[in-house]
């Protein structure tokens, strides 16, 4: 008599994670404050695009499309940071009265719980800032574009995109981190925006070399025109990923040891 062949079953074990960061990245698609975020700045854009196209047509003024591509960058940074700080802390501390029964209904590690949900914010924020300056860099080179060559540049659009993109990485990793490690978004919302002022302020008073957020979001104008350094552009995307990298482990140490 012949015995059945033996079935072996293979978990992958980046299951979990996977299907913690699939569904992480349609909820917050789906949420109000991601949507209230992507309708405000679209309509912000305009409305400033519109208002600065009228000067240039009824008062004949010349207007640089790297300054209004600067300008429009700083609003959008300053104007939806709001709800880039509701969107990362409420990543794992929105779920605070429901995360034991996540964890233990999924069969997923805190590890790989942390991880999906830090994750997919970084990947939704920053993929959707990216396309939203690549749509206000292709409206601000064609709107303000005169008789001459427009003074936008490929390379300092890259560069002023993945310049904010890195400063948003590490907004949004310590976002999830403090939500993480707080009981409550609310108190993850208050102790963040408390971090961000004081660490923006100490930055303030520190002298040149040291970046500043009100000295980058100016120096943005002159990134669009191609004039950076490419030295202190990479300094500036590799202290970015150290310091996310540096807060996903202490978030991942920190969420493994609370209490859900």
């Given amino acids: 008599m012949d015995t059945p062949p033996?079935?072996?079953?293979?978990?992958?074990?980046?299951?979990p994670y996977w299907a913690v960061f699939q569904t992480d990245l349609r909820q917050t698609a789906r949420s109000w404050v991601y949507r209230l975020w992507v309708i405000m700045t679209v309509f912000a854009a305009g409305a400033f695009l519109l208002y600065r196209v009228g000067l240039h047509q009824e008062a004949g003024m010349v207007q640089s499309a790297a300054v209004q591509c600067g300008d429009l960058f700083r609003l959008m940074v300053v104007g939806g940071l709001a709800l880039v700080v509701v969107l990362a802390v409420s990543a794992v501390g929105g779920e605070r009265g429901t995360l034991a029964d996540s964890i233990l209904s999924r069969g997923i590690s805190r590890y790989q719980y942390f991880l999906a949900k830090w994750h997919a914010r970084l990947v939704v924020v920053v993929s959707t800032f990216a396309v939203l300056a690549a749509g206000i860099l292709v409206a601000g080179y064609f709107l303000f574009k005169s008789d001459a060559e427009s003074d936008l540049t490929l390379t300092g659009g890259l560069a002023a995109v993945l310049a904010v993109a890195a400063a948003l990485c590490v907004i949004v990793t310590w976002g999830?981190?403090?939500?993480?490690?707080?009981?409550?978004?609310?108190?993850?919302?208050?102790?963040?925006?408390?971090?961000?002022?004081?660490?923006?302020?100490?930055?303030?008073?520190?002298?040149?070399?040291?970046?500043?957020?009100?000295?980058?979001?100016?120096?943005?104008?002159?990134?669009?025109?191609?004039?950076?350094?490419?030295?202190?552009?990479a300094n500036l995307v590799i202290a970015s990923v150290l310091l996310s990298a540096a807060a996903g482990a202490l978030g991942v140490v920190g969420f493994s040891k609370s209490d859900v």
Wanted: proline share 7%.
């Fill in 6 to 15: 033996v079935v072996t079953l293979r978990f992958n074990k980046f299951l």
């Fill in 176 to 233: 999830v981190v403090i939500g993480s490690l707080t009981n409550g978004p609310v108190l993850g919302i208050t102790v963040f925006w408390l971090v961000l002022y004081g660490v923006g302020f100490l930055l303030t008073l520190m002298p040149e070399p040291w970046p500043s957020p009100d000295r980058e979001l100016a120096r943005l104008k002159f990134v669009l025109r191609g004039q950076f350094n490419e030295l202190v552009l």
